[in-house]
């Protein structure tokens, strides 16, 4: 029988928010959280070359423009509606990323 240490359920729920998405439903009241493994590895940008979708139980990546070799995909944690001063202390309060891109300035 395997046992989770303390210190290792420690680090694994102080990650989960980070990871999580929630799940809006069809009133956009949020009915849930998904935590898909791999989406966990698309990281932030403030101008990203993809989108996501839930469709079903699978998170599915769109590109939004064209996207070269090696480049990394990315997608912006952040809505639309965020921008300028709220935009910058949300990505710092919610996923600790410190951002002076143009268009956080």
């Not at 928010?17 to 849930?32: K, M, T």
Request: glycine share 8%; charged share 25%.
């Amino acid at each position: 029988e395997k046992v989770i240490d303390a210190d290792d359920l420690l680090v694994a729920l102080s990650i989960l928010p980070l990871n999580a998405f929630g799940l809006i439903g069809v009133d956009s009241e949020e009915i849930g959280v998904a935590i898909p493994p791999m989406a966990a590895f698309v990281n932030h940008s403030c101008l990203p070359n993809c989108t996501r979708r839930f469709e079903g139980m699978h998170v599915v990546y769109y590109s939004i423009r064209d996207i070269r070799a090696g480049e990394e995909v990315s997608i912006s944690y952040l809505g639309r509606d965020f921008q300028g001063e709220e935009r910058i202390q949300m990505l710092k309060n919610t996923w600790g990323i410190v951002c002076s891109c143009p268009r956080c300035r």
